[in-house]
């Protein structure tokens, strides 16, 4: 009999949130217009933009995030330009070459606590201006970064402005990766809502596949016809669901009732608490990080104890007797998980 390891290898493991398995049964049988045309859509629609504050906003539904970065990089840039991230972004390194793949170059820039500095990104951008072979190089089209980031960090609302400011400086679009959004509302650290990034971004998503919905993220170009023909280019990368009413009444349900700014909170109430453990057990933290990630620097002989119980995620090769491993809570985890996992963890670092 194989023993059921404890579900904290991502965020994602789980299905939905019951609110929207059962708006799903209230409606299965109910014909719906095709592509997002339905009118659960659009009231799913007509709620983003009220939390937003952003009512001319263009909002398009898509399946998962790899999909939606291709998608909406390739909509905003030239064939003749590159995208700027972090080092550690996900278009950078969890995402196959998805963007290259494209047309598009990801153009690099040392990450600190995984985020992009705003500094360093003026500084890049001035430098490309004021190259006299600038003509032979990508162009720097957009700047794309993660809220949360890839390391679970947070961007304060005074970055996201200056980042803001020096892209329209530069004449570039900001572009915000929001698939993990609802752990940054959730968390008491995070001073970035909704409207700021609506204000601050020409475009961005708010994330669903792991944030409870069954699939799914929520396309936002605030500025009306910022990505022109969006719809039709959305169809080339096979990202347009026939079926699009199942992607807008599960963002109807998370945005019903705020439930979409209070997911997150269980599974900030649980990593704050394996957090709080694990330096109570003598483990070392690879990152600080306020949200539902947690990074962990591991012996490699406690490792295999851990393996045996728990499922993580392997992050990277600490040394070569180290392994960092990742941790993450999710909107589906309880506190009785959140129990096992730390008596798990006593266990294991004895």
């Given at each position: 009999?194989?023993?059921?390891?404890l579900?904290?290898?991502?965020?994602?493991?789980?299905?939905?949130?019951?609110?929207?398995?059962q708006?799903?049964?209230?409606?299965?049988?109910?014909?719906?217009?095709?592509?997002?045309?339905?009118?659960?859509?659009?009231?799913?629609?007509?709620?983003?933009?009220?939390?937003?504050?952003?009512?001319?906003?263009?909002?398009?539904?898509?399946?998962?995030?790899?999909?939606?970065?291709?998608?909406?990089?390739?909509?905003?840039?030239?064939?003749?330009?590159?995208?700027?991230?972090?080092?550690?972004?996900?278009?950078?390194l969890?995402?196959?070459?998805?963007?290259?793949?494209?047309?598009?170059?990801?153009?690099?820039?040392?990450?600190?606590?995984?985020?992009?500095?705003?500094?360093?990104?003026?500084a890049?951008?001035?430098?490309?201006?004021?190259?006299?072979?600038?003509?032979?190089?990508?162009?720097?089209?957009?700047?794309?970064?993660?809220?949360?980031?890839?390391?679970?960090?947070?961007?304060?609302?005074?970055?996201?402005?200056?980042?803001?400011?020096?892209?329209?400086?530069?004449?570039?679009?900001?572009?915000?990766?929001?698939a993990?959004?609802?752990?940054?509302?959730?968390?008491?650290?995070?001073?970035?809502?909704?409207?700021?990034?609506?204000?601050?971004?020409?475009?961005?998503?708010?994330?669903?596949?792991?944030?409870?919905?069954?699939?799914?993220?929520a396309?936002?170009?605030?500025?009306?016809?910022?990505?022109?023909?969006?719809?039709?280019?959305?169809?080339?990368?096979?990202?347009?669901?026939?079926?699009g009413?199942?992607?807008?009444?599960?963002?109807?349900?998370?945005?019903?009732?705020?439930?979409?700014?209070?997911?997150?909170?269980?599974?900030?109430?649980?990593?704050?608490?394996?957090?709080?453990?694990?330096?109570?057990?003598?483990?070392?933290?690879?990152?600080?990080?306020?949200t539902?990630?947690?990074f962990?620097i591991?012996?490699?002989?406690?490792?295999?104890?851990?393996?045996?119980?728990?499922?993580?995620?392997?992050?990277?090769?600490?040394?070569?007797?180290?392994?960092?491993?990742?941790?993450?809570?999710?909107?589906?985890?309880?506190?009785?998980?959140?129990?096992?996992?730390?008596?798990?963890l006593?266990?294991?670092?004895?």
């Amino acid at each position: 009999m194989t023993t059921q390891l404890l579900p904290f290898a991502s965020d994602y493991m789980e299905g939905a949130h019951p609110k929207i398995l059962q708006r799903l049964t209230e409606v299965n049988r109910m014909p719906m217009l095709g592509y997002g045309a339905d009118a659960i859509s659009e009231t799913a629609r007509t709620k983003i933009w009220a939390a937003c504050q952003c009512p001319e906003a263009d909002v398009y539904f898509l399946v998962g995030g790899t999909q939606t970065n291709a998608t909406v990089i390739d909509a905003l840039l030239a064939s003749y330009q590159g995208v700027v991230a972090a080092d550690t972004g996900h278009i950078s390194l969890h995402e196959a070459g998805a963007i290259e793949f494209g047309g598009h170059k990801v153009l690099t820039l040392p990450h600190t606590d995984g985020k992009l500095r705003p500094e360093d990104v003026d500084a890049y951008l001035t430098a490309f201006e004021a190259d006299g072979n600038r003509d032979h190089m990508v162009m720097p089209g957009m700047v794309y970064i993660s809220h949360p980031t890839e390391y679970g960090t947070l961007y304060t609302a005074e970055e996201l402005r200056r980042l803001h400011a020096i892209c329209q400086a530069h004449k570039l679009p900001l572009f915000l990766d929001g698939a993990r959004l609802a752990y940054a509302l959730a968390c008491p650290e995070n001073d970035v809502s909704l409207p700021l990034i609506a204000a601050c971004c020409d475009a961005f998503y708010i994330g669903g596949t792991k944030c409870g919905t069954l699939f799914g993220e929520a396309v936002v170009f605030p500025k009306k016809n910022c990505a022109p023909h969006f719809f039709t280019i959305m169809k080339q990368h096979g990202a347009l669901l026939a079926k699009g009413w199942l992607l807008g009444l599960q963002f109807d349900a998370l945005f019903t009732d705020h439930l979409y700014e209070q997911i997150g909170e269980a599974a900030i109430t649980a990593a704050d608490a394996i957090r709080k453990a694990l330096h109570a057990y003598g483990y070392r933290l690879f990152f600080e990080t306020p949200t539902n990630q947690i990074f962990v620097i591991i012996p490699n002989e406690q490792l295999d104890r851990l393996t045996k119980k728990v499922s993580y995620s392997f992050w990277e090769p600490y040394d070569e007797n180290h392994t960092v491993i990742r941790l993450a809570t999710s909107w589906a985890t309880t506190p009785e998980e959140t129990q096992q996992l730390l008596t798990v963890l006593a266990e294991t670092a004895h």
